[in-house]
């Protein structure tokens, strides 16, 4: 077998694996995620249809803080345009806490993202979370909403 073929060879079945892994880490592992995002959101309001119009309204109810900096209440971030189309955040404090990420506006072709991106920014009390592979548009406007609703139970 000639050193051409061997590393034509090595690197289909590199590639094979990379695109194994990839599957599975924005597939199954989004679906396993989905789950957990859906139990926790499923204790949430239903009213972010009604404010999903209002593009950088924040509706702060309560004015308790922590050392977080957080004021407990529901902050719309702004609704940031992207390629493929709007990413609407909206972020529920409690405690001094995001308890709950929801989205009001996305673009429907990477809907298998969100969750994740919903579960991390819960997890990661910030919009520093990791990147889905291939929502690269929906993952940049899902941190700069949510960075904005961030900055609003700052500054309530």
Do not use: C
């Not at 990839?22 to 949430?44: E, I, N, P, V």
């Not at 709007?86 to 298998?112: A, M």
């Not at 990791?130 to 700052?154: P, R």
């Amino acid at each position: 077998m000639s050193a051409r073929k061997v590393i034509t060879s090595v690197l289909a079945v590199g590639t094979t694996i990379a695109i194994a892994i990839d599957g599975y880490l924005l597939f199954l592992k989004a679906d396993q995620a989905s789950s957990t995002a859906s139990a926790a959101s499923s204790s949430t309001s239903t009213a972010a249809s009604s404010s999903a119009s209002s593009a950088s309204s924040s509706s702060s109810s309560a004015s308790s803080s922590t050392s977080s900096g957080l004021k407990d209440g529901t902050y719309s971030g702004k609704s940031v345009s992207t390629q493929w189309g709007d990413v609407q955040v909206q972020i529920k404090v409690s405690g001094g806490k995001i308890t709950t990420v929801n989205v009001l506006k996305y673009p429907s072709d990477n809907d298998q993202a969100l969750p994740v991106y919903k579960k991390e920014a819960v997890e990661a009390q910030s919009a520093d979370i990791q990147q889905v592979s291939g929502a690269t548009v929906t993952y940049e406007g899902f941190t700069q909403s949510l960075q904005n609703a961030i900055t609003q139970a700052k500054e309530s």
